[in-house]
Each structure stands twice: as structure tokens, then as C-alpha cells.
């Protein structure tokens, strides 16, 4: 990590390839999740952020809903 770089706890946002990797959850999913709302994202350019707020709020409000859903999945 360079000096100046920010913990991913404090930062804005995050790419969805980073989204997905501090979830555990894949690109369909987080597209998913994106699509039905409850997910915030904005997009700049072509390159779309995921506000970390929202994930912390996704994974701090929902984990049960989130396992039902990969339990049906598998």
C-alpha cells in the first residue's frame, strides 16, 4: 500500500471489481444488487463506484436475506 493510499473503510467509494472482492460476492451479484436498489453507485465517465457506505449498510442490514439467497443458488 503506497503511503498516501486510504483504508478501504475510510474511502468514498470503490471500483466493483474491489466491491466484489471485500464482499466475497461476484460481479453478477453486485450488478444485481446494483439493479434492484441496494447498492449505491454513481458512475464517472464509463467507470462506475460503489459507495463503501452502502456495502457496509447492505452487509450490516441484510446478511440474512444474503443467505438465503446464495443458499437457493447453490
Do not use: H
Not at 4 to 16: D, G, H, I, K, Y
Not at 33 to 49: E, K, Q, V, Y
Amino acid at each position: 500500500m503506497s503511503e498516501n493510499a486510504v483504508p478501504f473503510a475510510q474511502r468514498l467509494t470503490c471500483t466493483v471489481d474491489e466491491a466484489c472482492s471485500a464482499t466475497g460476492l461476484g460481479r453478477t451479484k453486485l450488478y444485481e444488487l446494483i439493479g434492484d436498489g441496494s447498492l449505491t453507485t454513481t458512475t464517472i465517465g464509463r467507470r462506475r463506484l460503489v459507495f463503501v457506505d452502502s456495502l457496509r449498510t447492505l452487509l450490516e442490514t441484510r446478511p440474512q436475506e444474503l443467505a438465503k439467497r446464495f443458499q437457493t443458488m447453490g
